[in-house]
């Protein structure tokens, strides 16, 4: 089993910043892609950014810019730097990570954190 843990959302004022956590644990050999989602009321979940295990990373176009994802591979974590937050921002994040064990390859997710953000 893959358990993926996230942390740091909350409440903040338009223009501040939020850092988003994820640590995955359990039967891990590897992990390949990890990234962020989010999902606000009334809209599909859709993707903020993806990092791969080498580095390489994408953003939304919405994000780009703002937002800065990264990883620490000895630690099975992906972080989510979101600066200049905006009240569109407001939605659960949710991390993904592509995962190899010894016999599988399954995408995870996370249980989701709130961000929300007022002007």
């Known amino acids: 089993q893959v358990q993926l843990v996230e942390s740091g959302g909350g409440l903040v004022q338009a223009g501040g910043s939020l850092r988003l956590s994820c640590a995955a644990s359990g039967s891990i050999v590897s992990i390949n892609a990890m990234g962020w989602y989010r999902q606000a009321p009334g809209k599909q979940r859709e993707l903020v950014a993806v990092i791969s295990s080498p580095g390489m990373t994408n953003y939304a176009d919405s994000v780009k810019g703002r937002f800065t994802i990264s990883r620490d591979n000895a630690k099975n974590t992906v972080y989510l730097q979101m600066n200049s937050l905006k009240p569109e921002d407001t939605a659960v994040y949710y991390c993904?990570?592509?995962?190899?064990?010894?016999?599988?390859?399954?995408?995870?997710w996370g249980q989701g954190t709130q961000v929300t953000v007022f002007s």
């Open positions: 993904n990570a592509d995962v190899s064990g010894y016999y599988t390859r399954n995408a995870h």
